[in-house]
């Protein structure tokens, strides 16, 4: 069966539209292709959804522009687009040993090293700046924060410790935050009930995701939770405590006045269903209920996050 990764379906409608092409000119679009799949464009988007969630209710009381908008949400793709290429340039060895990954640019070696690691420093480089340049300092330090950190903690510890997977959903965590900020220029309560919605989102999210491919983990050298927890009691009981604190965390929106009552009824109702494919999950310990707590966390999140911009004080 097929992993479930933004590759598969990208390089799959990708091949079909460069088999359209002349034979000239299928060189360069694939060139094209491979340094746009290497900045993960899917999982790049769900960073800007959440900048602009943060951006948005960040506007109730004060007065925004397009152009601030953009701004922001262009610097943050650009940091997010650099961090995701120099991750895969840092594991581009591992990522050759497992099958859902071996047939990334890099480890396929339809991009060389130097170039990936190159186009990953321009792009940061960039990002951070333009951030800083026509938003505002605060922004600018939380996205460079968030790339190095991503990089020089949660890369490097993924073969060290399974508690990778809470490292890394700091900086995961950190993008709407920046939308605040962005509006703000400070730290608002908003800010960190968004920062810490994500945060514990993305636990469930991708301790479901290490569940269904602990194989290829393994190949890898990777020390996910359920790499090395071989009947998944811990990973299923992780999945299932973050699923319930996740609860409560979504309701500090109300008193935080970033969403009203409509939102907080909604939340609650997600909320319990989110948590009933976590609890699935616990009394199985299957990976077909991996796959579904997987599947309910990606519809959980948006839905949540339309909710509390719906209802949004102000």
Known sequence: MKAITETTIFRETSEAALASLPIERRAFAQQVVDYYELTKPRMNFLILVTTLVGFYLASAHVVTSWLL?????????????????????????????????????????????????????????????????????????????????????????????????????????????????AVDNAISPGAWVLFGVLFLWQMPHFLAIAALYRDDYRLGGFKMLPVIDTDLAATCRMALLYTMALIPVSLLALPAQVSGMIYVATAVVLGLGFLWYGVKFYRSRQRSDARKLFFASIIYLPLLLAAMMIDRIG
Do not use: C
């Not at 070696?109 to 190159?118: E, S």
């Not at 700046?129 to 991503?150: E, K």
């Not at 490292?167 to 950190?174: D, F, L, N, Q, S």
């Open 69 to 181: 908008l953009f701004n922001t949400l262009f610097g943050t793709l650009l940091t997010a687009a650099s961090a995701a290429v120099m991750n895969q340039w840092m594991e581009r060895r591992y990522d050759a040993l497992m099958p859902r990954t071996r047939n990334r640019p890099l480890p396929a070696g339809r991009v060389g090293p130097t170039a990936a690691l190159v186009f990953g420093i321009v792009l940061g480089a960039a990002g951070v700046l333009h951030l800083l340049a026509f938003v505002n300092p605060l922004t600018a330090g939380l996205g460079l924060f968030t790339h190095l950190s991503y990089l020089l903690i949660y890369t490097p510890m993924k073969r060290v410790t399974t508690l990778n997977t809470i490292i890394g959903a700091v900086p995961g965590a950190i993008p709407p935050m920046m939308g605040f900020t």
